[in-house]
């Protein structure tokens, strides 16, 4: 993810998600790379599963309100950052 190798990084968060399915890190990071190809729909989704397994992080809700904004969602992305 830190170099750049978006589509690779998304490969190694997949095996981590069967890995571990109930570690929310996996879809996190996922949803990471997926925004930095521009497939926010993906990103929104891997983050949607991210929160059902942890909504108690806050940070997810803020990734997943910046998606929104992306995507001129404003009244969802108001709800993620209130979550916040």
């Known amino acids: 993810?830190?170099?750049?190798?978006?589509?690779?990084?998304i490969i190694s968060f997949e095996l981590a998600q069967r890995s571990d399915p109930n570690d929310y890190r996996g879809f996190f990071f996922e949803a990471v790379a997926q925004g930095q190809?521009?497939?926010?729909?993906?990103?929104?989704?891997?983050?949607?599963?991210?929160?059902?397994?942890?909504?108690?992080?806050?940070?997810l809700y803020v990734h997943r309100g910046n998606l929104r904004l992306r995507q001129k969602d404003?009244?969802?992305?108001?709800?993620d950052f209130s979550q916040v």
């Not at 993810?1 to 990084?9: H, I, Q, V």
């Not at 190809?37 to 949607?48: F, I, K, M």
């Not at 404003?74 to 709800?79: E, F, H, I, P």
Request: charged share 30%; no cysteine; net charge negative.
């Open 37 to 59: 190809l521009d497939e926010v729909s993906r990103a929104l989704t891997a983050l949607d599963l991210a929160i059902r397994k942890a909504p108690q992080e806050t940070e």
């Open 1 to 9: 993810l830190n170099s750049g190798k978006f589509r690779e990084a």
């Open 74 to 79: 404003y009244a969802l992305a108001v709800d």
